[in-house]
Nanobody
Framework: QVHLVESGGGLVQPGGSLRLSCAAS????????MAWYRQTPGKQRDLVAF???????NYADAVKGRFTISRDNAKNTVYLQMNSLKPEDTAVYYC??????WGQGTQVTVSS
C-alpha cells in the first residue's frame, strides 16, 4: 500500500521559515517524481514544486527564490524548505508522487 506522510507544518510569523517533510513507502522512491501542492478552502490545489528522479526541479512563480525542494533517496523522503514566508503562503500542503498518490496534508499558517 502506498503511504505518503507529511510533517513540519505549523504557525509562523511573516518572514519566518518552515521545513516540510514527506516520508514515502509502498513506491519505488528512487524512480518517482515527487511534488508539493498547496490548497486553501474553496480554491484549486496548485503545484508548488516538483523534483524528478534525476534531481531536476521546477517551482511555481509565486515561490521561486523562497522555497527549495529536495529529496533523500536513502530515506525515501522529499523536503520543502520554505523561507521568507508570506501570509499568502497559508495553505494545506500536500505531497504527491508521480502516479497520483497523495498524502493527508500538513497545515501551514503564516500570520502575525
Amino acid at each position: 500500500q502506498v503511504h505518503l506522510v507529511e510533517s513540519g507544518g505549523g504557525l509562523v510569523q511573516p518572514g519566518g521559515s518552515l521545513r516540510l517533510s514527506c516520508a514515502a513507502s509502498g513506491i519505488i522512491f528512487r524512480i518517482s517524481t515527487m511534488a508539493w501542492y498547496r490548497q486553501t478552502p474553496g480554491k484549486q490545489r496548485d503545484l508548488v514544486a516538483f523534483i524528478t528522479s534525476g534531481g531536476t526541479t521546477n517551482y511555481a512563480d509565486a515561490v521561486k527564490g523562497r522555497f527549495t525542494i529536495s529529496r533523500d533517496n536513502a530515506k525515501n523522503t522529499v523536503y520543502l524548505q520554505m523561507n521568507s514566508l508570506k501570509p499568502e503562503d497559508t495553505a494545506v500542503y500536500y505531497c504527491k508522487c508521480g502516479m497520483d498518490y497523495w498524502g493527508q496534508g500538513t497545515q501551514v499558517t503564516v500570520s502575525s
